[in-house]
């Protein structure tokens, strides 16, 4: 094992409406080769032996794909490090004796399950409400290499679709905004022939899911762009709002 010892301040939280207070737990033992994750695996390890209720957090691809894995950690969504998700930190950008303190991502909108663990469901809603394209699948489906697609456009789609919708912009705005993550899932289809049809449609349902939700108004901090483990351009915020503004001035 390793040779580092830490205290963690942690988030403890019975469900959404206990109050949650932190706590600490020292842990011993820590490489500075473990992921963030696997250093809070070494700490449920120890937490189970001892016959004590372990810390819930998400997580699952473990790779920086997902978007399942969400702390705050010493106040940063994600924690120290830009360009990744928590389970892409690794121990050794820490040093032996530090104490590191842990919460939940906090937005009104992602109400805290159990510790660490929230529900992004709203997430689900405001991709559900336009962030598809209708296309008949029957089988007379044009190929897509045969649409042409300026290599500008198509780099800043792809761009705009790596946003892996794990929350941290919304963590990290002041007014707990979700405007990066709306924007994303919008420029990925508004920047592509395929996506025009719907294209008013989408970015009109799509920004009165997002307001339904609770999420705030954009802070205009560019807090989201830092914080984002996939770099998301606060540009597609901008193209966001002109698909918006068009959408609703020619709306019938
Ligand atoms: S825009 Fe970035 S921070 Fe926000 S959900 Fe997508 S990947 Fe996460
Ligand atoms: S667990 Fe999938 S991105 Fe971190």
Known sequence: MGNMKL???????????DKGR????????????????EMLDVLNDQLVREGKDPI????????????????????????????????QLHMRKFKDGDTIYV????????????DLATNRSAFD????????VSVNTSGNLVDG??????????????DAATCIGCGACVATCPNGSAMLFTAAKVSQLALLPQGRPEA????????????????????????CEVECPKGISLEHIARLNREYLAASVTKE
């Open 145 to 158: 290499n045969a649409v042409p697609i300026p290599k500008d456009d198509a780099d800043k789609a792809f």
């Open 56 to 87: 819930a957090f998400d997580h699952d691809c473990r790779e920086g794909i997902c978007g399942m894995c969400s702390l705050f950690i010493n106040g940063e969504a994600h924690g120290p490090g830009r360009g990744i998700t928590t389970c």
């Open 103 to 114: 919460e939940p991502w906090r937005s009104a909108a992602f109400p805290v399950i159990k």
């Open 125 to 132: 809603r405001i991709q559900a409400a336009g962030g598809f």
């Open 22 to 37: 932190m706590e600490n737990y020292p842990v011993n033992d820590v490489s500075e080769d473990m992921s963030f994750l």
């Open 7 to 17: 205290t963690l301040k942690i988030w403890r939280q019975n469900g959404p409406n």
């Open 200 to 223: 008013k449609r989408r970015a009109l349902a799509m920004v009165e899911q997002m307001d339904k939700e609770g999420f705030g108004n954009c802070s205009n901090t560019g807090a």
